[in-house]
């Protein structure tokens, strides 16, 4: 399977071309809301997960479609900084490819100079921080031993100051579980501390990996929004609207490829994948040959991988 993934039209950073570090599920967080499904390996340790050779394949790939998309982006179906090629291959990026760059991550490494360099060389980081107290912390991230709340709010601060780019910070909230009077008054006094150029707030919007994770309203989003100041943005797609993705690859292969990143409804498969006759035969065709299955979350159905 191809390293890349997509373009997707994202809601945030435009037609983005994906590049996966890290395979399905190698994380240093376990989240409740993990829409990649829970962490099968929850470690800290930075290893070569994908081999080099298949990264730089995926890099030359992805100079060789620059006409198809607008940004590229690092991520994983897990922390992409935890490969130990992560360095190297924003280095090797940069100076191979003239869009502009994004890496999501969970901010756990941030403690590391070297992958807090590579981040700060990006056009956009795009870091979560879904809880600033201790007790919320564990309890929607459960973080593996070692991760420090201290230190990735730390991370984040110096990574503000010494980036070239933009620090984007994203929180995730669970109903019930990091949306407390408490954890907002703190999340707020470290917004301040941290002073990220954006702040954007999401909710449970896909089926997520423990069902205990349930999502806020888009009202109760919005009260926060109001709370957290003028920087903060509500990026939960009211209507869960993702816009067409522009492909040359076979039909069966991008959508199983899609699927194994997360689950989609229907309504947005018809979007990005555009034929919706032609969809419907190759995802029945998928679901004979139990390659992918349905889901029912919150009222809609959902197709996974
Ligand atoms: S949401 Fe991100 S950080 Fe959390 S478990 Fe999933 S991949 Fe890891």
């Known amino acids: 399977m191809s390293l890349l993934f997509g373009p997707v039209k994202s809601r945030r950073l435009g037609l983005s071309l994906g590049v996966e570090l890290v395979p399905s599920k190698i994380c240093s967080m376990d989240c409740l809301y993990c829409e990649v499904g829970k962490t099968t390996t929850l470690t800290t340790l930075r290893a070569s997960y994908l081999p080099w050779e298949e ?12 006409e198809e998309y607008e940004v590229l982006t690092f991520t994983g179906s897990g922390e992409p900084t935890l490969n130990i090629h992560f360095e190297r291959a924003v280095e ?33 980081v795009l870091a979560s921080l879904d809880a ?26 110096n990574l503000r100051e010494e980036m070239k780019g933009e620090l984007w910070l994203e929180i995730l909230l669970v109903k019930g579980v990091n949306d407390s009077e408490e954890d907002l008054k703190v999340l707020r006094e470290v917004i301040e501390y941290i002073n990220p150029h954006k702040v954007q707030l999401n909710t449970v919007v896909r089926p997520p990996a423990y069902a205990v994770a349930k999502p806020l309203s888009f009202e109760e989003l919005e009260k926060v929004r109001a709370y957290l100041g003028e920087r903060a943005e509500i990026i939960t797609p009211k209507d869960k609207k993702i816009e067409g993705i522009s492909f040359k690859r076979n039909l069966e292969e991008l959508l199983f490829d899609y699927l194994s990143r997360r689950p989609a409804p229907l309504t947005e498969l018809t979007e990005v994948f555009k034929d919706s006759e032609e969809l419907k035969r190759v995802l029945q065709n998928l679901i004979k040959e139990g390659k992918i299955k349905r889901l029912l979350y919150q009222g809609e159905v959902y197709f996974s991988a």
Do not use: H, Q, W
Request: charged content about 35%; cysteine-free; glycine content about 2%.
């Open 55 to 66: 990264i730089e394949k995926a890099l030359y790939e992805a100079k060789e479609r620059e």
């Open 92 to 124: 090797f990026a940069r100076n191979l490819i003239k869009k502009p760059i994004s890496v999501l991550t969970n901010s756990s490494t941030l403690n590391i100079e070297t992958v807090r360099r590579a981040l700060s060389e990006v056009d956009y």
């Open 132 to 157: 600033a107290r201790e007790k919320s912390f564990k309890l929607v991230n459960r973080p593996a031993e070692g991760v420090s709340l201290r230190e990735i709010i730390m991370g984040l601060k």
